[in-house]
């Protein structure tokens, strides 16, 4: 059987890693500055990620979500106290996509309304009404245009009140920092806009944290910069170090109702290990301090490179914006100095999303090879 062909491949084989390096089988090290699309938070391997979820594994590893399972109310309790996002409610589940599309679905059936407000750029996943609130129009496939999503400037609140004021929103969907789409971010004043309006119309506001969530930032969530009370935050990508499990935090003002959500897998006890685990780690070793510094220091080092033309993003979640596409950058940084980097769909980002345990001398390998590949 071949495999269904959808993946443009870098012609490198991982078959280990460890901290911020991966190694392929003729045991060549790369330096891991794309984090497997921001997923891998406290670093490949991890002691204490390879413990608890071996030991659990050791345990049980899954059964159902018809039985107690306290790791789930462990996580739910950890998570509260690592965010600071006090009495909402989590619902598990396994992936980006199936957070949002559970938090979309929750909006409607809280509102009973089915409009969607989603912004240019933004990307949500490929489920059905995530993908539809994606701004990709190669990737909506005629049974998902049927949804009813309205696509917005990212800043543009008065389009949004506008919008609002027709009826039938259910929810509006924001990444606070564009991850697929470039690394944008709008103002404070805009994300409070939204807040507001939300509020004043009756509209869950969902904050996609996906990408940005789990300390990427230097924050818990993107969003708390701007001091905003999202009614729904979804996340998945860091919450397991790539042990597939996403969720979504759920404001206390929306109420369960036995059979309302569901899943098979998600909040499994493995997923739950491997996420308590993360939350261990992003607290005793600093990490979100860490990213903040180490996001200080990266931004020092690349100012002095002339062909840099913007510097975007948050913590590490950066980007990189050049007047030329980058692919062949990335192959260079990939081929000849074993670089791993991430791309957008702004064809002249270059994405760096490390594990938020990288240190100045990563960066300095980094810079090093940037200006080589510059001819700086
Ligand atoms: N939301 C955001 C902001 C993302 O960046 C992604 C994936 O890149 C998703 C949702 C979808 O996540 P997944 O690929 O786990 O379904």
Do not use: W
Not at 46 to 56: E, F, L, R
Not at 117 to 124: C, D, E, L, S, W
Not at 217 to 238: L, N, R, V, W, Y
Not at 336 to 354: D, M, Q, V
């Amino acid at each position: 059987m071949s495999l269904f062909d959808v993946y443009p491949l870098f012609d490198i084989t991982p078959v280990r890693a460890i901290g911020m390096h991966v190694y392929d089988e003729n045991d060549v090290q790369y330096l891991d500055l794309y984090g497997g699309h921001a997923v891998i938070s406290i670093g490949h391997s991890h002691p204490t990620y390879v413990k608890n979820v071996g030991s659990q594994l050791e345990q049980i590893g899954f059964y159902s979500n018809s039985i107690q399972n306290p790791l789930q109310q462990q996580l739910a309790d950890e998570l509260e106290e690592a965010s600071g996002c006090s009495f909402y409610q989590l619902f598990l589940c396994n992936s980006g996509a199936e957070a949002n599309e559970n938090a979309l679905k929750l909006a409607s059936f809280h509102t009973e309304k089915k409009k969607v407000i989603a912004f240019t750029n933004g990307f949500h996943g490929r489920t059905s009404a995530a993908v539809a609130a994606t701004d990709n129009a190669k990737i909506i496939a005629p049974i998902n245009a049927q949804q009813s999503v309205e696509f917005i400037d990212l800043g543009d609140l008065d389009a949004v009140e506008e919008s609002l004021k027709r009826g039938g929103v259910c929810a509006i969907i924001i990444e606070c920092i564009q991850g697929v789409g470039g690394l944008d971010e709008s103002t404070t004043k805009f994300y409070k806009g939204l807040d507001r309006l939300s509020k004043k119309h009756g509209v869950i506001l969902i904050a996609d944290e996906v990408q940005s969530g789990f300390g990427r930032t230097g924050d818990f969530f993107a969003f708390q910069k701007h001091e905003i009370e999202p009614d729904i935050i979804s996340i998945a990508k860091g919450m397991g170090n790539g042990f597939p499990i996403g969720g979504i935090l759920i404001h206390p003002k929306i109420k369960a109702s036995y059979g309302l959500l569901g899943t098979t897998f998600g909040g499994n006890h493995l997923a739950c290990a491997a996420s308590l685990a993360v939350l261990n780690v992003l607290k005793e070793e600093k990490l979100l301090k860490n990213a903040k510094e180490i996001s200080d220091y990266f931004l020092s080092q690349v100012q002095s490179i002339s062909q840099v033309k913007q510097v975007k993003g948050r913590g590490l979640m950066l980007g990189l914006e050049f007047d030329f596409p980058v692919a062949n950058l990335r192959k260079e940084l990939i081929f000849t100095h074993h670089i791993f980097t991430g791309s957008a769909k702004n064809p002249n980002l270059l994405r760096i999303l490390p594990p938020l345990t990288i240190q100045k001398k990563h960066i300095d390998q980094f810079v090093e090879a940037l200006k080589e590949v510059l001819k700086q």
